[in-house]
């Protein structure tokens, strides 16, 4: 296991890859939230090194957030590999007793990158 470092050290959420063979790793994520810690897994198609050298200590926005004080959601991307990007849904929504929970999600883009805000082809920066 190793960890991915967050430049912002406010941000509480404990990320981390492992490998599963040479080619092959999985990302975790633990969120940490008002209620419980919700821990998602993503099985991803390269080697634990190009996952641990595509981390630049921050996520990155691809879509405005939206936040009516009870929902809020975002989309941000994580990092780009040589196949594919990897993107984390953020929703977070306000219980009626006032806590939250977060609804997240992480997701491997094959073919897709994340650029100055935008998800495209990889294609298109070729």
Known sequence: MNMLEWEDTSIPHRLWVERIDNNETRLCMKVIKDVDPEML??????SQEKVMG???GRAMVVSDAYDDGCLYSQVRSLFNLDNGCVV??????Q???KRKMSVDKLAFIPGM???RGLLKSALETV
């Open 95 to 97: 219980l009626a007793d």
């Open 54 to 56: 595509a981390w630049q």
């Open 41 to 46: 897994y993503l099985k991803l198609p390269v």
């Open 113 to 115: 990158i994340h650029d």
């Open 88 to 93: 984390w849904t953020v929703n977070h929504i």
